[in-house]
């Protein structure tokens, strides 16, 4: 079982750490060489085994962020406690930046939408109309910003200048369903959330502690449910004459293939529902298929089915496809 462990830890530091946090890649590019502690990893069920949660439960006890070796000597003394974080907590980083690429897609459609996010977590992602864009285009900088001013919360991005958004979108209603929804107003919650964010990543923390004021002024309608389930019903409830828009980003690479197949099946059928997906070039590979450039790292945004960008996985970067 070790073995496996192994590997999953030197993908994640290969593939998803490296460049991006130097604590994680010394993290679990120590524990892939590590037997004793990929050996106590491996008694966790499923996808529990994941590195960002191991490491997030461990940050949100308080574990010490640095070199490995001081935090290997905590993670021994605390394993137990650290397993009750891991099984009670999900992996459900609210990135609102990611709103910077979704907004070319939700601004081109004339309002009001009812946006609707599976697998809303805080929901964060909802307030689209109520942050602050400033979008890098060829060496100047397009600014957007809500029509009573620059929002708290500003996101920037590096953007292909065919697509660059004019406009925010006019949303009149908001709804999401997750399994295990985090209610914006509570602390401990959003504490969770913010240990989610890679440790050197301060400026995504401080953002998402921002957006998360704006979504407790203004709550959601969030859902507890399953999303094949739950988007549907929140289809049906709403509003009359609203633009129904269901979108999720990073959300369907944890349920199985068969079940992310009978998710997009489910929103292809419905005539009067925008779908926009921004998942990893795994998750839906008749998608991936029609992507003729390297995807290098990034996410795949497509509306109903049909691939429009790669994007940063955080938000950060815009290459149109069209």
């Given amino acids: 079982m070790s073995a496996r ?29 590590d037997p004793e ?4 990893i491996s008694l966790l069920p499923g996808i529990k085994v994941q590195p960002n949660l191991v490491f997030a439960a461990a940050r949100h006890l308080g574990a010490p ?22 099984m009670t907590r999900a992996t459900q980083t609210n990135e609102a930046a990611r709103c ?4 070319p897609v939700l601004g081109r459609i004339d309002g009001p ?17 109520r942050y602050s864009y400033r979008y890098e285009v060829s060496g ?10 620059p929002s708290v919360v500003q996101f920037p991005c590096v953007f292909d200048a065919r697509d660059v958004p004019v406009r925010l979108p006019n949303i009149g209603w908001r709804a999401g369903a997750d399994l295990n929804p985090i209610d914006p107003t509570d602390l401990d919650q959003i504490a969770w959330l913010e240990t989610l964010v890679w440790p050197e990543h301060t400026a995504r923390r401080e953002r998402l502690h921002a957006a998360s004021t704006i979504a407790a002024d203004d709550p959601s309608n969030l859902q507890q449910g399953d999303i094949l389930t739950a988007i549907p019903e929140l289809i049906e409830r709403a509003p009359a004459g609203a633009k129904i828009v269901v ?3 990073a959300v369907l690479v944890y349920l199985t293939a068969d079940r992310r197949q009978e998710f997009a099946e489910q929103m292809l059928a419905l005539d009067d529902v925008t779908w926009v997906s921004n998942e990893g070039p795994g998750v839906f590979p008749f998608i991936t298929d029609q992507v003729k450039k390297p995807v290098a790292g990034r996410t795949i945004l497509a509306v109903d089915g049909k691939p429009v960008a790669l994007v940063g996985p955080h938000g950060q970067s815009y290459e149109s496809l069209n």
């Fill in 5 to 33: 462990i192994a590997g999953i830890y030197r993908r994640f530091a290969e593939f998803e750490a490296e460049g991006v946090s130097d604590t994680y890649f010394e993290w679990s590019s120590a524990v892939a060489e």
């Fill in 37 to 40: 502690i990929a050996d106590l």
């Fill in 65 to 86: 962020v640095g070199p490995y070796p001081p935090f290997r000597a905590w993670l021994l003394e605390n394993w137990t406690r650290v397993i009750s974080i891991v």
């Fill in 100 to 103: 910077a690429v979704l907004l």
């Fill in 113 to 129: 939408l009812a946006l609707i996010e599976a697998g809303a977590s805080a929901g964060l992602c909802l307030y689209p109309d």
């Fill in 140 to 149: 100047r900088t397009v600014a957007l910003d809500p029509a009573s001013g």
């Fill in 247 to 249: 979108f999720r980003s």
